[in-house]
């Protein structure tokens, strides 16, 4: 992965949240690190004689964000919050935006507490493709062990406070973050830290390249010349625009054989549900108006086996995967379209690579469940 870092445009930043800007906008220049809202970064600033955490704004992209992106938050609140032995969303929520300095700030980051926890003045967080496909490989904990034997490694639990809760108990007592290089959270993503802005961004670029290198030598994938069959797709009534994707990853992906199984094993990760949904429609040699009411059947089946008091989202599938064709996405706006077609198409990359590594192993149906009706989640969507 190429290091972006440009010491000409560094220098013009004249404060921390001048840097934090220009080295957000370096990793969203990076699909390959986040996509679409995706990732959090986040800088501690003294302002006032008041140690305040600037973190990344719920629904930004890091690609594109400024300084009116980042929300001001008192970093004694976040501390104390983490110590806190339960805190519901809403309470989390509300306490942050209350330790805000500036409440014209958007809402600060679901992960805010946890970049207040970890001691180092700048902290960047990725989905790294590579590090996620790793992770997301039947022995992806050996794996990821082995590539950092320096990250604190956390196995897989619900972002947001859970998270941060439960790396402030690993990191006590005689814990050394000095010793830390980084954090890589099962499934889910990759922290590193510094602080120095250029030595954080250089430990994340550096992390995800040995990642990258681990997969081209032991995941590298081939394909094939394939000829699409016809598909009528004007007969996928779904939603008002369609994005056709019938690139060679794409047609590759549609041509597995045993097709259904191999494309219903989740998402890469979690935050990316609130786009695909956990599986897509898959349609082989079935009729389209049977194989969507069978998708609608077994989603419904699925929301009422985890729901508790949550309101049903549309049934409707989000992609589809077509037999020998390729994959078409679906949305309300051509923007929503490509956006899934986006998401997906890193997905179907690290399914395929992550299979090479002896399986693709996704979070539980009932992890995915949480985090399609995660009211916080569901928020950046709006």
């Not at 970890?118 to 493709?129: E, G, L, M, S, Y």
């Not at 790396?167 to 005689?174: G, K, N, S």
């Not at 959270?185 to 250029?198: C, P, R, V, W």
Request: proline fraction near 3%; charge should be negative; aromatic fraction near 8%.
């Amino acid at each position: 992965m190429k290091n972006l870092w440009d010491d000409n445009v560094a220098s013009k930043c004249k404060t921390d949240l001048d840097m934090r800007v220009y080295t957000s906008n370096l990793l969203g220049q990076s699909d390959e690190l986040v996509l679409h809202g995706g990732g959090n970064t986040s800088v501690k600033s003294m302002v006032e004689g008041e140690e305040i955490l600037y973190v990344k704004g719920s629904g930004w992209d890091l690609v594109s964000i400024k300084a009116e992106g980042f929300a001001p938050v008192k970093m004694a609140t976040l501390l104390e919050m983490a110590k806190m032995n339960k805190l519901s969303d809403t309470d989390m929520v509300q306490g942050q935006k209350a330790a805000m300095i500036d409440k014209t700030a958007p809402n600060p980051s679901v992960e805010a507490i946890l970049h207040a926890l970890i001691p180092f003045k700048v902290v960047d967080h990725t989905h790294a493709d590579a590090v996620v496909t790793i992770s997301n490989s039947k022995e992806g904990q050996e794996h990821i062990t082995n590539l950092y034997p320096d990250f604190l490694i956390i196995p897989y639990v619900m972002p947001g406070f859970i998270l941060a809760q439960k790396i402030y108990e690993m990191t006590q007592d005689d814990f050394d973050w000095d010793a830390c290089e980084g954090i890589i959270l099962h499934n889910h993503g990759i922290f590193t830290f510094d602080d120095d802005a250029q030595k954080s961004y250089t430990k994340m670029i550096d992390a995800v390249t040995m990642a990258e290198a681990f997969l081209d030598k032991n995941a590298a994938l081939m394909f094939d010349d394939i000829e699409p069959t016809t598909f009528h797709v004007d007969d996928l009534n779904i939603d008002t625009f369609m994005h056709i994707n019938q690139t060679p990853l794409a047609l590759h992906y549609a041509s597995q054989d045993d097709l259904r199984a191999k494309v219903t094993r989740g998402v890469l990760t979690p935050e990316h549900i609130i786009r695909t949904k956990r599986v897509p429609l898959v349609l082989e040699e079935s009729d389209i108006d049977d194989a969507l009411k069978h998708y609608k059947v077994d989603y419904e089946a699925y929301f009422n086996a985890y729901r508790t008091d949550e309101i049903m989202l549309d049934s409707n599938p989000k992609y589809a995967v077509i037999k020998d064709f390729g994959v078409v996405t679906f949305g309300k706006t051509q923007k929503e379209a490509d956006v899934i077609n986006d998401v997906v198409s890193h997905t179907m990359m690290a399914v395929l690579r992550a299979d090479k590594l002896g399986g693709y192993q996704s979070i539980s149906i009932a992890d995915s469940f949480a985090m399609e009706y995660w009211e916080l989640e569901q928020a950046k969507l709006k």
